[in-house]
């Protein structure tokens, strides 16, 4: 029974094409957030989503659309992808937006070709 | 620009012996910091964290030391085991940025048997 899980696991695609990744995470937690890793390993917040509101939106173009359905869902959409935008999402959870523990889910691994 | 520094981009200790892992910070609004541990293909999982109020927080195998002044955090795992070896990330945030975390590039350990 897994805490926090991403589809798809990988994704390969072609440069201008629009895709979405998925998470789920079944904890209860209220806030949700995604992360992408990019090839010099950091870790860089992307979005903060509590009770289904936006509340964390770092400077990150306008073509990746976060889009939370409930508490448990926060799926991310990026339309005309580029070859920048190769990397690892990673989306996380928690309770609370003040000091609670993040809980990250396997990544979803995304190839722009 | 980055805030949060892991200096050593590996590092390998004999099993049973203690592994010392550094962090550097920039940012003194910085008031609480974690260390993640990530297994390859994984997402990153919570290992220990500890507040500004503090200056050391042990949890079994895992301490964390805080030293303020100096802007300097260290993850100590005493006895270090073959399971260990992993990539460690620091991280930091502060009150005024809710539950966003501020990743270090992260140190790969490697235990040997």
């Known amino acids: 029974d897994t805490a926090v899980s991403q589809t798809p696991k990988y994704l390969v695609t072609q440069m201008g094409n629009d895709k979405s990744i998925k998470c789920e995470q079944n904890l209860g937690h209220d806030t949700m957030y995604w992360y992408k890793q990019d090839s010099k390993k950091f870790l860089k917040i992307m979005f903060s989503?509590?009770?289904?509101?936006?509340?964390i939106n770092e400077t990150v173009p306008n073509r990746f659309s976060p889009k939370s359905p409930d508490k448990a869902h926060l799926n991310l959409h990026i339309n005309s992808l580029e070859l920048g935008d190769s990397a690892v999402y990673f989306c996380?959870?928690?309770?609370?937006?003040?000091?609670?523990?993040?809980?990250f889910g396997p990544g979803t691994r995304l190839l722009v070709l | 620009d980055q805030q949060v520094k892991q200096n050593s981009p590996s590092l390998s200790v004999q099993e049973g012996r203690i592994s010392i892992l550094n962090c550097d910070y920039t940012n003194s609004m910085f008031d609480y910091f974690l260390w993640y541990k990530k297994y390859p293909a994984e997402g990153p999982t919570f290992l220990i964290s500890?507040?500004?109020?503090?200056d050391k927080n042990e949890d079994g195998r895992f301490t964390v030391f805080l030293n303020k002044s100096a802007k300097h955090l260290s993850l100590h795992i005493v006895p270090s085991q073959p399971g260990d070896s992993a990539v460690y990330f620091c991280a930091a945030s502060h009150m005024e940025y809710g539950n966003k975390l501020v990743f270090g590039a992260g140190t790969i350990l490697r235990v040997k048997s």
């Open positions: 996380a959870s928690s309770q609370g937006t003040i000091r609670g523990t993040q809980y």
């Open positions: 500890i507040s500004s109020i503090k």
């Open positions: 989503y509590n009770n289904k509101e936006l509340i």
